[in-house]
């Protein structure tokens, strides 16, 4: 197949998503860090990481940035399943809920054991 010798596909033949603009404070801030690191002018809550340019080097140096930013450590494999913005920040907000919930049953735990003694 010579792809050369193709006709250039008309400007309306790409699917094109409207641009939401991120929702929240973790998608803001999750925005900021792809736009950074993917040196792209604006990121919207449906695009895709690796859409927009981003590859397994820039993923690594992604979840830094989260652990830094959420203080929350996620694995590199959850940014392959979570390529979209508002998928990542979900899966940020449910880990740091996850985590809130061990320290208050800890804390709880700790009550428990200070008015038993």
Known sequence: ????????????AFAVQAYEPPQGKIEEELARIWEELLGVARVGRHDNFFALGGHSLLAVALVERIDRQFDLRIRLAAVFSNERLHQLAELILNSQLSQFDVAELLALKKLGRGSSE
């Open 1 to 12: 197949l010579d792809r050369k010798a193709l006709p250039a596909p008309e400007g309306d």
